[in-house]
């Protein structure tokens, strides 16, 4: 971690059954965590309402971070087109898995929309069987949406909100379940769905 430029905030510790977890952050003070499982396997379910489908990595210089999770994770990039000619989108995926096991993307934070975190973030998105719906159970709990439902052709719907704290994350339903396409297209600010 530390030999690719990164730091160590949080040591690694042993969770009971859980497994080792530890807190480090990226090149450009990204925060993120990491766990080796132990006898608690961890998530099981992708694709389904509910579940974490996908995450993105806010950051100030997308080829920085690309090089640094690829010395530490040994996870690749690969660029998907934007629909409508928008550009690209930067993908991240396992080491010799293929377009098939993308799970994130990594997105210049100058795309983020106003009022959104400024700093470099991970933003993780959750699938949901009614985007609408979703949205309106974060707001009666007590959180607050950023950016109202967007439809992108490929991607399905999606909405920025904050729980009660604050804290962003993206409701998406998307328009193929997980693994039915390539590579999940995501929106930078205006752009497909990165939130």
Not at 51 to 71: K, Q
Not at 160 to 189: N, Q
């Amino acid at each position: 971690m530390e030999q690719a430029g990164g730091s160590v905030p949080c040591a690694p510790t042993d969770v009971l059954d859980f497994g080792t977890v530890a807190g480090f952050k990226d090149r450009a003070g990204a925060f993120f965590g990491v766990r080796q499982p132990k006898r608690s396997p961890g998530p099981g379910a992708a694709g389904v309402a509910g579940s974490l489908c996908w995450a993105e990595l806010h950051t100030l210089d997308v080829p920085a971070a690309a090089a640094f999770y690829g010395a530490v994770f040994g996870w690749e990039t690969g660029l998907t087109p934007l629909p409508g000619g928008g550009g690209s989108y930067t993908v991240i995926r396992t080491r010799d898995g293929g377009e098939e096991v993308s799970f994130g993307g990594l997105v210049p934070l100058s795309a983020r929309a106003a009022g959104a975190v400024a700093e470099p973030h991970w933003l993780p998105c959750f699938e949901v069987d009614d985007c609408d719906a979703a949205v309106a159970d974060v707001e009666r709990l007590g959180g607050r949406l950023t950016r109202r439902p967007v439809e992108r052709q490929g991607v399905g719907g999606f909405a920025d909100v904050t729980d009660p704290d604050g804290v962003e994350f993206v409701l998406i339903k998307s328009a193929r379940p997980l693994g039915a396409r390539p590579s999940r297209e995501r929106r930078t600010g205006t752009q497909p769905p990165q939130s």
